[in-house]
């Protein structure tokens, strides 16, 4: 495998996939059973379901600006370089405040995107004990969070390349005389997409100045591909030779759109995550995208009037994310019944649970399950319950845990704190994050 290669496998997962390798020792390993930590009593009955690989389903695009694409996010990136003669400060800059100058909009957007938290207190946590001594790790969990050279605070070395006795390849890393800590912080900025040796790129223009017109930075070169959904495809799908269970790559979001009706009909990414261009980038997270993204089918069979025995079935399917829902394996959607009190509250041993998400052990070894649901798929949850005698009421829900891996990636790593000294105060604070992005995207409550 190549250096780009390499790279690539770690492109997203600063804080699931290479994070997970390192605390593969952990008591959390392989034959750890998925459970609930906000139900402890119970687990999930998708244990064993696999959903299928990509290959069983026929593509229905062609790949469009392959190899524009490759070569401008060609990891890892180069220096800008020199600022072009006659350039001002403001001109000259990367970071994203000076953008703002001319873009306000597209700066708002992106101050309140994933974009603008990519080196959240989630990577900067792992990262600030990595620095100085595993800075090839570090450099590759930056290659999609913060991928500029200017980003990086080591460059490798002028120094040959050898190979250990493991026959592992091994790089020596010098502090880079470019490197700007305020620049790496702000994460995947607007020149991460933007700015290549100071040349700005971007969508077509949709009306041209006259000819002659001065413009700031020497104007900008449009090109299509911004707005093609391969343009995403370099940090959001692993390669075809890297890491994979049950055929399936861990993260593959541009192959699940080329094989959905979307993808045929010419929906890119950019229409649903970039309306009219708007640096938006909502997804898992946002209530209202979810819920667009779902129908929900609930029935109440029996209330047990007669047999004491409650039964019911909660059901999602996927009709509006052109993708797996959900895609990636952090997010959980987690379907719940359960028998409420006179006071509302759960009776506790009365739920059962059911889980959309692809569940994985931190060794990467092997997948529990995986019921996230291609278009049109559907998943559900049965409910045969005895009907508890201060029930007055079944409570049908569904709940969106959008960080649920990392939550419990986090707690793995906080089980050790003496391996993170400087990252444990920002692991603390992704975790509380982790829990607060929780919410309920659909209840209903049926009486007795």
């Known amino acids: 495998m190549g250096d780009v290669g390499t790279k690539a496998l770690w492109v997203v997962a600063a804080g699931f996939v290479a994070a997970f390798l390192v605390v593969a020792w952990n008591k959390y390993g392989p034959e750890s059973k998925p459970k609930s930590t906000a139900y402890p009593g119970s687990g999930y009955s998708e244990d064993g379901l696999h959903a299928k690989p990509l290959s069983e389903y026929p593509e229905r695009a062609e790949i469009q600006h392959a190899e524009w694409v490759d070569s401008f996010f060609s990891f890892p990136f180069e220096p800008q370089g020199d600022v072009p003669e006659g350039w001002n400060e403001v001109e000259g800059s990367l970071s994203p405040d000076t953008c703002m100058l001319c873009h306000p909009t597209q700066y708002a957007d992106w ?11 989630g990577t900067l946590g792992q990262l600030v004990d990595w620095d100085d001594h595993k800075d090839g790790l570090v450099g590759q969990c930056q290659t999609c969070h913060a991928p ?27 502090d880079n005389p470019i490197y700007d800590p305020d620049l790496r912080e702000k994460g995947l900025i607007c020149a991460s997409c933007h700015v290549r040796a100071h040349q700005r790129y971007g969508p077509p223009a949709e009306s041209t100045l006259p000819e002659g017109t001065p413009q700031p930075h020497g104007g ?51 229409d649903c995550h970039m309306p009219d261009g708007r640096h938006l980038w909502k997804g898992i997270h946002d209530k209202d995208m979810v819920r667009e993204a779902i129908r929900f089918e609930y029935e109440v069979e029996d209330l047990g009037t007669e047999t004491g025995e409650l039964r019911a079935r909660l059901a999602i399917t996927n009709i509006g994310a052109g993708h797996r829902l959900p895609t990636y394996t952090t997010p959980q959607i987690t379907l719940i019944l359960e028998q409420v009190d006179a006071q509302g509250e759960r009776i506790e041993g009365t739920e059962t649970l059911g889980a959309v998400a692809r569940y994985i052990t931190p060794n990467l070894k092997k997948e529990y399950f995986d019921t996230r649901l291609m278009p049109g798929e559907s998943h559900g949850v049965d409910y045969v319950h005895a ?34 000294p400087l990252g444990k105060a920002q692991l603390e604070e992704a975790l509380r994050h982790c829990k607060e992005r929780e919410f309920t995207v659909w209840e209903e409550t049926t009486r007795f």
């Open 111 to 121: 101050k309140e995107s994933w974009h603008a938290d990519a080196m959240s207190p």
């Open 148 to 174: 500029l050279a200017e980003q990086h605070p080591k460059t490798v070395s002028d120094a040959p390349v050898t190979t250990d006795e493991h026959g592992h390849t091994k790089r020596t890393y010098v």
């Open 220 to 270: 900008f070169t449009g090109v299509e591909a911004f707005n093609d959904s391969r343009f995403c495809y370099s940090c959001h799908d692993f390669k075809p030779n890297q890491k994979a269970l049950n055929g399936k790559l861990l993260q593959e979001t541009y192959e699940e759109w080329r094989r959905t009706s979307y993808a045929e009909e010419g929906t890119s990414c950019q």
């Open 387 to 420: 009907r508890h005698s201060d029930a007055v009421a079944l409570v049908g829900r569904v709940e969106v845990w959008p960080d649920e891996a990392y939550r419990r990636f986090y707690e793995i790593k906080l089980r050790r704190p003496e391996n993170h």
